[in-house]
């Protein structure tokens, strides 16, 4: 089964421009959830979709949004960047029903790697 | 407000002794907590994961510990082999509701010396 995919691997961009980072979940699995991460920070939670509709937010500035498609294929938009975005953000997704296992069990992929300048 | 807390940035362990990785939380509603483990360049990887009803779980040479008057979990890995040197992430979550969002520590580096 092929694992998480996420495009680009790496983006390079100037503040104030915007960016879409793409995620592509393991087949079947229709919950996709959005992380940033970085230097000590740990894991930040952004966002979750389920079945193409928002299920949960974290507490990140309206500047970041996400949609997720039919297939369940997920894009990240992140508006009017600043440096502090420099981040590697990660993609995971679950099967996404309810029970533990198949909220929370996710997959992950390896992660964009953006840098702001 | 850090709910999730992994107090050691860094753990240095002999190969073939036991790696202990602890964690504390402060929210007293986590009822699911979980490892992953993380290598350079890839994302994180599902590792092991406890329910609160439970005060232990093993998966072969991996054992999670849950002290809930305590709020600590730690993660044991016996013996320690040179593939086990990663970052090893701590998470909690609340409820089994399709509201419930995990929250993940800051990791933990592990090395693995010869």
């Known amino acids: 089964k092929a694992g998480v995919t996420q495009t680009p691997r790496y983006l390079i961009k100037t503040r104030g421009q915007q960016v879409t980072l793409s995620c592509s979940p393991i087949?079947?699995?229709?919950?996709v959830s959005w992380y940033q991460q970085t230097p000590g920070q740990g894991l930040q939670f952004l966002f979750e979709?389920?079945?193409?509709?928002?299920?949960n937010k974290g507490n990140f500035p309206g500047r970041f949004s996400g949609r997720q498609f039919s297939n369940s294929r997920s894009e990240m938009n992140v508006s009017t960047l600043e440096l502090g975005d420099s981040a590697l953000y990660l993609c995971?997704?679950?099967?996404?029903?309810?029970?533990?296992?198949?909220?929370?069990?996710?997959?992950f992929g390896p992660g964009t790697r953006l840098t702001v300048t | 407000d850090q709910q999730v807390k992994q107090n050691s940035p860094s753990l240095s362990v002999q190969e073939g002794r036991i790696s202990i990785l602890n964690c504390d939380y402060t929210?007293?509603?986590?009822?699911?907590f979980l490892w992953y483990k993380k290598y350079p360049a890839e994302g994180p990887t599902f590792l092991i994961s406890?329910?609160?009803?439970?005060d232990k779980n093993e998966d072969g040479r991996f054992t999670v510990f849950l002290n809930k008057s305590a709020k600590h979990l730690s993660l044991h890995i016996v013996p320690s082999q040179p593939g086990d040197s990663a970052v090893y992430f701590c998470?909690?979550?609340?409820?089994?509701?399709?509201?419930?969002?995990?929250?993940f520590g800051s990791g933990t580096r592990l090395s693995i010396r010869p």
């Open positions: 995971a997704s679950s099967l996404g029903d309810r029970g533990a296992r198949g909220l929370y069990e996710q997959y």
């Open positions: 979709y389920f079945s193409e509709t928002q299920r």
């Open positions: 998470a909690a979550s609340t409820g089994y509701s399709s509201a419930s969002k995990i929250i």
């Open positions: 929210n007293s509603m986590f009822d699911y």
């Open positions: 087949s079947g699995h229709r919950s």
């Open positions: 406890i329910s609160s009803i439970k």
